[in-house]
């Protein structure tokens, strides 16, 4: 009970402040050579602004729902959206280290938007996947016969700055990243992409298993 199979999606209300490393972080770990232009003079590599992307990109491969940890690396805000409260006691968040639950909104059956009183529930962050139980003596409130009812606000993340990310997940990033800027072509017809084992050993302790299916 309290599983919400193939009904629910998740929204992405804050994004995070910057990425889980730097551009010198990257730049040195590419060995690119930097070059001073500008005035005061700044040195930096001539495809810094294909860098920064690349650096987005591989983030983008671990970080968030779409990424193959299922959770975020540095703090952000989203929303698991329901089509309703479960029929069960227990409200669980798929989605991998929440470690604060903001607000529990829902439509009433006016179409009325609520918010969930916080003393009604205990939340469980300390566990993976967190969620939400009702205490003695409360219920699920009624909510409109509609998709996308109920609506659970969270923080997931390892913490807001980027040391708090930990390092074997910040080295996958870089190791990504020199992938993505060593093969910017489009690959040739018969070549298959090949997972870095690496990678794969350094991330696989944090990854979240219990994601939407």
Not at 73 to 82: D, P, S
């Amino acid at each position: 009970m309290g599983q919400f199979k193939n009904q629910i999606r998740l929204r992405q209300i804050t994004k995070p402040v910057h990425d889980p490393i730097t551009e010198q972080e990257a730049w040195d770990h590419l060995r690119v050579p930097l070059i001073a232009s500008g005035s005061p003079a700044v040195s930096a590599p001539t495809d810094r602004a294909l860098i920064k992307r690349l650096i987005t990109a591989a983030t983008e491969m671990l970080d968030g729902p779409k990424g193959t940890l299922r959770r975020c690396l540095l703090n952000q805000e989203y929303e698991a959206v329901f089509q309703g409260f479960p029929v069960g006691r227990v409200l669980t968040i798929p989605f991998g280290g929440v470690h604060d639950i903001v607000s529990v909104q829902y439509y009433d059956g006016a179409g009325v938007l609520q918010t969930l009183q916080p003393t009604k529930t205990w939340p469980d962050t300390q566990t993976e996947p967190a969620s939400l139980a009702l205490r003695d003596g409360e219920a699920w409130p009624d909510t409109k016969p509609e998709i996308n009812t109920v609506g659970v606000r969270f923080i997931s993340g390892f913490g807001m700055s980027r040391e708090d990310v930990p390092q074997r997940i910040r080295q996958a990033v870089l190791l990504i990243l020199a992938d993505l800027y060593e093969n910017r072509d489009a690959q040739h017809t018969g070549q298959a992409y090949q997972v870095n084992k690496t990678v794969e050993a350094l991330v696989a302790d944090y990854a979240f298993h219990g994601g939407l299916q």
